[in-house]
């Protein structure tokens, strides 16, 4: 579409799919626990849902990661001096957006997202407390500053953590658009 067909264009309702794909990239040593390689893949099928009424806009993306195992997770070294491998169940995920356009690119969002899963198996010993289940909540506001540029500014903390860090954050980016209103 040009920027002159977009324009006039109005959402109502859009339903999309996808696949992420993470291939096992990166310098992995089987001897460190902690890499900046991975040694196995990543998969994650996701639905998206986006509907517009009037000022209001709703996005709702639903989807779950599935891995492949590590065949030489933390192997070969003064700790274990044998082969070991890695699993890992699915992670699923959740994330809701609500948002609402003030006026032409000026808008204001609350979001909220929620992960279960992932439990890890070493050598077939499976460690519960390694169960994540968390949720974060957050909001974000895009403020133009001129035809092309804008400045956005996000917040988010944990609502709920049950494995893993609780943190705060907080985000300013500075956007830069080639496109502008048709004249």
Known sequence: MSVREFQPWRQKLILGVSLKVVVPTGQYDPTKLVNNGSNRWAFK???????RWGHWVVDGYAGVWFFTANPEFWSRNSFFPGVRSQTQEPVGSAELHLSYDIK????ASLDGNFWFGGRTTVNGIQNVNTYQKNSRIGATVSVPVNRHQSIKIS?????????????????????????????
């Open 45 to 51: 099928p996701e639905f998206g849902y986006s509907e």
């Open 104 to 107: 032409q690119r000026l808008w």
């Open 155 to 183: 917040y988010n903390n944990g609502a709920y953590l049950l494995y893993g860090g609780n943190y705060q954050s907080v985000s300013i980016a500075w956007q830069y658009s080639w496109l502008g209103r048709p004249n």
